[in-house]
Each structure stands twice: as structure tokens, then as C-alpha cells.
């Protein structure tokens, strides 16, 4: 039976995954111990659902403990087709508490996965999900234009429409969670050029959709949009609130996702994200939530920024899209937070 083995299968990109291939109907394998509730004192809700899965197998495994993981892919070895791996420490914020333990699920864990599919599955695709932390705070080196709602970058600048794979991965500050997530970006890089293993990166910009279990530390639009509901204080850090992020939903990426998985290379990246489709600053997201919730929002915005955060950042997707025509979105950011809102009103 065709498999997929997907880690962080809880999370919001893993479950999405989950779904996507319940629908094939493959063989889904997923492995997730919840490391979210020791990151962020909350589990995933995906755990309620998972039973809705017609072909779902789960592992409370940790992607730290190789002879767990060997043990799982040994037993599908030839069956396996892709592996999908989200599970991440997902906080700049949170990485400082714990660096030792945020590289070690981010980077050593990464690498054990890539070990075992060298070993048991060499013929599968695999595909991991990124980070534009990759770049650091290099983005906030471009000549930024402060406007009334939003900073921008000047529009006779090449990256106006977008930050695309040429940017330099040096010389800037990335934040632990930067530094442990361009380990396991190289390293992914590396089993496909050098093993030959079909590996595909993918630096994701804001990934966000319904399934979000937002924290503070992490998924800005999900939290926001609790915080209106639940009349929760929402802090805003740095920028004056205008820095800018580019939002892809959660089924968009996966289907982007499938496309590689189609046709695979090795050891290939791309910058993956909302792009011109689908960006939003803080301030313009606060006034966009209030004006489709009719609800005001407890708000301050903190003079100081986060360590490496960007001020502006969109990603450039012509790549994946010159090397996968077919491929489209499905949401823009008018969707995505519709989306988010009627998913938390008919759960809340």
C-alpha cells in the first residue's frame, strides 16, 4: 500500500498533509509525541480528529530517538513514497530558553530522519518544510519605505516582488530557531546532492489556515484572532506594527508540496509563501479581523522587536512555479482569514 510518513502529523501543516493523502488513499504514518504542549503549555488540536483518517497509524515517537524511528521505517520500507516532515520547534522566542534542545529537534532530528530514509527508503521523495529564517534579518538590510499602514520596499528594487533563493544566507542575525532550521535546511540539501536522495526544501514564509492552534510564540494570525474573541491583550513587538509577512494556507503549501512529490529533484529549495498573492502587515491585519468579526482588539504595540524578526518580508515563488506550471493558489488573505475565523467561531 502507497505511504506516506508524516512528522509534526498533529501540527497544522503535518495534519493538512494527513488529509491531502487520506484522500489518495494512502497509507498514512504519523509521528507526533506532542512536543507542543512542552514548547507551548497547549496540545495540538488535531489530536481529537485524527481518528477521521480512514488509513492513519500513529507513533508517539520522538524524531530525536533514531532507533525508534529505524524501527518505523523498516517495518514500510519499500512501501514507503514520500515523507513529509513538519514536526519542528517552531519559536525564535522560545529557542532561546532551550537551545540545545531546539537544535536537536531541528537539526539532529532532521538528520536522523534523512539517515533512516537513506537507509530503508532510498526511492522515496522527501520533503521538508523550512523557514525564511534562513536569510536571517538580512530582508531588513532593503531599502524600506515606511507608508501609513505598512512598510514596503522600494518598488524599483529587483526584490519588490518578492524574496526569491538568491539571497545570501550569511552575515545576518537568524535567531537560534534560524540557525537550527538552516542546519536542517543544508543537511536535506546535502542528501540529495550528495546521496542522490529526491529532497525538496521548501523556506516557507507565514504558514497559517484553521487548523492553527495559535500561540503567542507562533502563528501571528490563528493568535490574533483568538485574542479578539477571547478579549486576550495582543502585543505587538516592534516596527509600529507595519512589519509585513506574506501568508500561505496550509492546503496551498501541501498541494504545492504534491507537486514535488509528482516530479521530484534532488536537493532542491524554494521559497515558498503568500507572496504579492496573499501579504499583510500587523496593523492591517488587526483592522481587516475587527472590520469581519465587528469586535475590538485589547492591543499594545512594544517599542522593542524581536531578535532578527523581519520588517518586511514576501516571498518570490516564480521558481516552484517555472518548475511546476500547474500548480495555483487556492487562497488569498481575505480567504485565509475568513477561514481562520469561521473555523474558531464553529469550535469556540
Known amino acids: 500500500m502507497k505511504t506516506v510518513i508524516v512528522t509534526g502529523s498533529h501540527g497544522l501543516i503535518g495534519s493538512e498533509v494527513c488529509r491531502f493523502y487520506d484522500n489518495l488513499d494512502y497509507r498514512i504514518i504519523g509521528i507526533d509525541n506532542d512536543m507542543r504542549s512542552y514548547f507551548f503549555g497547549e496540545s495540538s488540536k488535531e489530536k481529537t480528529i ?53 537544535f536537536h529537534v531541528n537539526a539532529t532530528g532532521t538528520l536522523n530522519l534523512l539517515e533512516c530514509t537513506k537507509k530503508f527508503s532510498p526511492k522515496s521523495v522527501f520533503i521538508f518544510t523550512s523557514t525564511n529564517k534562513v536569510y536571517g534579518d538580512l530582508p531588513n538590510k532593503l531599502p524600506l519605505v515606511e507608508l501609513e499602514t505598512r512598510f514596503e520596499v522600494d518598488n524599483s528594487h529587483p526584490y519588490y516582488h518578492g524574496i526569491d533563493e538568491s539571497m545570501s544566507i550569511d552575515q545576518s542575525t537568524h535567531s537560534l530557531f534560524g540557525v537550527s532550521k538552516t542546519s536542517a535546511d543544508l543537511m536535506v540539501q546535502e542528501y540529495g546532492k550528495y546521496f542522490g536522495l529526491k529532497t525538496g526544501v521548501f523556506r516557507g514564509g507565514c504558514l497559517t489556515g484553521p487548523q492553527h492552534a495559535g500561540a503567542e510564540l507562533h502563528g501571528f494570525l490563528s493568535y490574533l484572532i483568538k485574542c479578539f474573541y477571547t478579549k486576550k491583550e495582543y502585543r505587538v513587538f516592534g516596527y509600529k506594527g507595519k512589519q509585513v509577512r506574506d501568508n500561505i494556507h496550509s492546503y496551498d503549501l501541501v498541494s504545492a508540496f504534491h507537486e514535488f512529490y509528482k516530479n521530484p529533484k534532488k536537493g532542491e529549495v524554494y521559497n515558498i509563501g503568500g507572496s504579492r498573492h496573499s501579504n499583510i502587515s500587523m496593523i492591517e491585519a488587526i483592522q481587516k479581523v475587527s472590520t469581519l468579526t465587528n469586535k475590538n482588539l485589547n492591543y499594545t504595540i512594544i517599542d522593542e522587536n524581536r531578535i532578527g524578526d523581519h520588517i518586511w518580508y514576501i516571498s518570490d515563488v516564480s521558481k516552484f512555479k517555472n518548475h511546476y506550471p500547474n500548480w495555483e493558489y487556492k487562497y488569498n488573505i481575505d480567504d485565509i482569514i475568513s477561514d481562520i475565523i469561521k473555523n474558531y467561531e464553529r469550535n469556540s
Open 50 to 102: 485524527q481518528n477521521q483518517y480512514k488509513n492513519y497509524i500513529h507513533f508517539n515517537t520522538d524524531i530525536r530517538d533514531l532507533s525508534e524511528l529505524e524501527k518505523i521505517f523498516y517495518n514500510y520500507s519499500s512501501d514507503i513514497k514520500l515523507i513529509v516532515h513538519t514536526a519542528a520547534q517552531p519559536s525564535h522566542d522560545w529557542a532561546s530558553k532551550e537551545p540545545i534542545t531546539d
